[in-house]
Nanobody, 126 residues
Framework: QAPLVESGGGLVQAGGSLRLSCLASGRTTPRHTIAWFRQAPGKEREFVLAHFRGGSRTYYSDSVQGRFTASRDNAKNTVYLQMDTLKPEDTAVYYC???????????????????WGQGTQVTVSS
């Protein structure tokens, strides 16, 4: 199976926007939950949001609710993370991850996902 591939990271000023993409070939069916995580230097990997089971519902972390938006284009096998009103504390490597077996109670745990991309760096300057 083709690897997950994230793109779209970069350097942006606080208050700006970025859109990340995750090419998830063969993983955009209703069986698949696709999530975004992030990891800042010296910190644990943190849940950002998840398209639960094909996008039937999207769950957000409190820290990004209202600023980040998830979307997907199944024809392109791609999910997107639109990040607005970025803050310096959003600086991290962002990863997409996929699972076919995650349940709601474990949705936010990195260990629930076995399939990960290589990550893309997002840096927000103050």
């Amino acid at each position: 199976q083709a690897p997950l591939v994230e793109s779209g990271g970069g350097l942006v000023q606080a208050g700006g926007s970025l859109r990340l993409s995750c090419l998830a070939s063969g993983r955009t069916t209703p069986r698949h939950t696709i999530a975004w995580f992030r990891q800042a230097p010296g910190k644990e990997r943190e849940f950002v949001l998840a398209h639960f089971r094909g996008g039937s519902r999207t769950y957000y972390s409190d820290s990004v609710q209202g600023r980040f938006t998830a979307s997907r284009d199944n024809a392109k096998n791609t999910v997107y993370l639109q990040m607005d009103t970025l803050k310096p504390e959003d600086t991290a490597v962002y990863y997409c991850a996929v699972s076919t077996g995650v349940i709601l109670s474990t949705l936010r745990r990195p260990e629930s996902y076995a399939d990960w991309g290589q990550g893309t760096q997002v840096t927000v300057s103050s």
